[in-house]
């Protein structure tokens, strides 16, 4: 069984559309996360939701917008998309009270032309 | 907010050899200390954790050390393979589940 899956794998689009990644956990956790990873590989957190409320909110343009319908999903939108934006977006979860291991998705590879 | 800064970046070794990444954090409040394992094109995942009321940890050829006063840990990784390759991530976490990611380390095990 997968435990948090990410649709699509791939994405490529072109400058300044609005595209969206879905994220879903069968864990029964309660926080979900949302990390950018550049092509150099670091792993920057961009959002993380507990509960339906955004615990963290980093310092992203506003043109990223996270959804949770309910405590399994945590979707990203992006509006108008830049060049600067292709990477590669990891979602992942944990259960938030004293077990803090976060659970990552596969991954979808977002490349803008 | 938390820094968490890892070293070194690349790391070459000879299969057989150790091989130890170390990593800082800032924030004395972080009490849970991961280590993630990324293979090319492959998710992060887990490999070994440690939190703030323990200073050691093994399991089999892996191990992580915490030393609470300096704000620093490490992984040490025994009688390396050529599976070993990979990029290693450590993370530093407190409240919240605000976790931090080091930049990485590429290590590469040479046959």
């Known amino acids: 069984d997968t435990a948090v899956s990410q649709t699509p794998k791939y994405l490529v689009t072109q400058m300044g559309n609005d595209k969206s990644i879905k994220c879903e956990q069968n864990?029964?956790?309660?926080?979900m996360y949302w990390y950018k990873q550049d092509s150099k590989k670091f792993l920057k957190i961009m959002f993380s939701?507990?509960?339906?409320?955004?615990?963290i909110n980093e310092t992203v343009p506003n043109r990223f917008s996270p959804k949770s319908p309910d405590k399994a999903h945590l979707n990203l939108h992006i509006n108008s998309l830049e060049l600067g934006d292709s990477a590669v977006y990891f979602c992942?979860?944990?259960?938030?009270?004293?077990?803090?291991?976060?659970?990552f998705g596969p991954g979808t590879r977002l490349t803008v032309l | 907010g938390e820094n968490v800064e890892q070293h070194p970046s690349t790391l070459s070794v000879q299969e057989g050899d150790s091989a130890v990444i170390k990593c800082t954090y800032s924030?004395?409040?972080?009490?849970?200390f991961p280590w993630y394992k990324q293979e090319l094109g492959k998710r992060p995942q887990l490999i070994i954790d440690?939190?703030?009321?323990?200073g050691e940890k093994k399991d089999q050829r892996i191990a992580v050390t915490l030393n609470k006063t300096a704000k620093h840990f490490s992984l040490h990784i025994t009688e390396t393979q050529p599976e070993d390759s990979a990029v290693y991530f450590c993370?530093?976490?407190?409240?919240?589940?605000?976790?931090?990611f080091g930049a990485g380390t590429r290590l590469t095990v040479k046959p």
């Open positions: 992942a979860s944990s259960q938030e009270a004293r077990i803090n291991e976060q659970f």
């Open positions: 864990l029964g956790h309660d926080t």
């Open positions: 939701y507990n509960n339906k409320e955004l615990i």
């Open positions: 924030d004395s409040a972080s009490n849970y």
């Open positions: 440690i939190r703030s009321n323990v």
């Open positions: 993370a530093a976490s407190w409240h919240n589940n605000d976790m931090r």
